[in-house]
């Protein structure tokens, strides 16, 4: 049981509590479900043929990487990594990998798949790890992207949506361990 209070789980609507803050509706259910859509066709379509290796980084992948995959028609694998930057609604700029893969990705089509790209450095930081396996390609898929605070020049090819630089919530993304049970997308009340 959560040891802090939360409003309950729903589609509606409504503002949101999580542990301190205030969080507002931001992206519906049905509109994720729709960019979703669109990058598995795109993804259905660019890897025709092929076997692909899904790589999510939890634990915020959890709610995306089940709905992109239901929607995907090749033959392929997923499997997960565990990696840490945040503290709170703040990036720390340091990177720990909690898990990483058991198994080499040589030779393999590679898509990684993130809740949110932020400033990147969780991202390139497993991507540069990954390219010295010599995968025969590597892309990277995420939900969320926030352009204003992107750094790196990794390029990031599938974004099911971009957003404003603000601090979000929801479909797996969460302040401090909590918030990830939503539906949809809430963004912090200013
Ligand atoms: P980056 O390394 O700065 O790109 O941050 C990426 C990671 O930080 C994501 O995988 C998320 O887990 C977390 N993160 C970044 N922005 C947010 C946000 O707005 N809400 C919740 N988590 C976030
Ligand atoms: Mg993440």
């Given amino acids: 049981m959560p040891t802090t209070p939360q409003t ?4 509606s609507a409504k503002p949101i509590q999580v542990k301190d803050l205030t969080f507002v509706p931001y992206v519906s259910e049905s509109e994720l479900l729709e ?3 669109r990058i598995a066709q795109q993804i259905n379509t660019e890897y025709q043929g092929k076997e692909v290796l899904f790589v999510g980084v939890l634990n ?3 709610m995306f990487s089940s709905d992109l995959l239901k929607r995907i028609d090749l033959n392929c694998q997923i499997n997960f990594v565990k990696l840490s930057s945040y503290d709170g609604t703040q990036s720390t700029e340091k990177v720990k990998q909690l898990f990483g893969l058991s198994e080499s990705v040589e ?4 898509i990684l798949i993130e809740d949110i ?3 990147g ?3 390139e930081g497993l991507y540069n790890d990954l390219m010295k396996q010599n995968p025969a390609s590597l892309e ?3 939900l969320l992207f926030k352009p204003d605070k992107y750094t790196k020049i990794v390029p990031i090819r599938y974004v099911a949506k971009s957003v404003a630089n603000e601090f979000v919530v ?9 918030g990830r049970n939503f539906p949809m997308i809430y963004q912090l009340q200013s």
């Fill in 8 to 11: 309950p789980c729903s589609s």
């Fill in 140 to 142: 990277i898929c995420t």
């Fill in 60 to 62: 915020g992948v959890f």
């Fill in 170 to 178: 929801g479909y797996g993304l969460d302040y401090d361990g909590y």
């Fill in 117 to 119: 790209v932020d400033t």
């Fill in 107 to 110: 030779g393999k089509h590679v």
């Fill in 35 to 37: 960019a979703i859509d």
């Fill in 121 to 123: 450095i969780t991202i």
